[in-house]
């Protein structure tokens, strides 16, 4: 595991207010529910799915102060220019938003990314991205969308940025309570899908409520240097709390390292 050692600088407070070289967010249909694709303005070969935490929806990442730091880290060549697609993972009629309810909800939303999510939104863009040139990523409640994903969709995606989310495969807050039987449960889903090739960024604050399980996983998985190795990438913010703010900083600080080897 390559552990630490990022530099987590704050996002300039300009890359908050809107940038010159926008890109573009066009909302996509589908039955009663919809996603957000952004399109950067310059000409992109990367794509990230981003999942929303417990009871947010498709506008939680979607927001000014994300996708302006986003566009002006394009702009000034920070990052290379990449596609961004925000889906929700509730059901419409859904008002239950409780971790019980959203635990539920993000394990059904598997098929649900696979099937619709994924073929409408690189439909829309007019082509279907190679695994390595894919991520997934999500906070909290995303997180644990990530680390499902990591469980079911690893022929899909070579990249996975869980933040301030553990796995929930071995009930909810997981990787806290069952760090052993979590770690384990994301080796045999890898081995039964028979693909080694991947990237974990896991990142978290020191003071985020979802530290000790996040923490605790990780520590666990370590226990599988064959596996994991350099293929998952661990950073604790010290200070870090359990909010967007505080993701968006972390996005700003390891995009620019997603998709490099
Ligand atoms: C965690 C993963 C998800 C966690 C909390 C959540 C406290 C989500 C909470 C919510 O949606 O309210 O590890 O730890």
């Not at 990142?203 to 605790?216: E, M, Q, R, W």
């Amino acid at each position: 595991m390559k552990n630490g050692g990022l530099n987590m600088r704050e996002i300039p407070g300009a890359y908050l207010e809107p940038c010159a070289g926008a890109g573009r967010v066009e909302r996509l249909d589908y039955g009663e529910k919809f996603l957000l694709v952004y399109t950067p303005a310059k000409p992109a070969r990367h794509i990230l799915y981003l999942i929303h935490g417990g009871g947010g929806d498709q506008y939680a990442f979607f927001c000014p102060a994300f996708l302006n730091t986003v566009d002006h880290m394009i702009a000034d060549g920070l990052l290379e220019p990449l596609y961004m697609v925000s889906p929700c993972f509730y059901d419409p009629a859904e008002t239950d938003k409780t971790p019980a309810s959203s635990g539920v909800a993000v394990k059904k939303f598997m098929s649900e990314l696979r099937d619709q999510v994924v073929p409408l939104a690189e439909g829309f863009i007019g082509r279907s991205f190679a695994r390595k040139d894919r991520a997934i990523g999500g906070f909290s409640m995303g997180g644990v969308t990530t680390w499902y994903a990591f469980m079911r969709a690893l022929d899909l995606f070579r990249w996975f940025l869980p933040l301030s989310g553990d796995c929930w495969a071995c009930g909810e807050k997981g990787g806290g309570e069952h760090p052993a039987e979590t770690a384990k449960a994301l080796v045999d889903a890898m081995r039964e899908q028979g693909q080694r090739d991947f990237r974990i960024h896991a990142v978290t604050g020191s003071k985020d409520i979802a530290f000790p399980n996040l923490d605790g996983q990780i520590r666990a998985m370590a226990d599988y240097p064959e596996l994991f190795g350099d293929r998952l990438r661990y950073d604790v913010m010290e200070g870090g709390v359990h909010d967007y703010e505080t993701i968006f900083r972390y996005l700003y600080n390891i995009l620019p390292g997603a998709f490099a080897e």
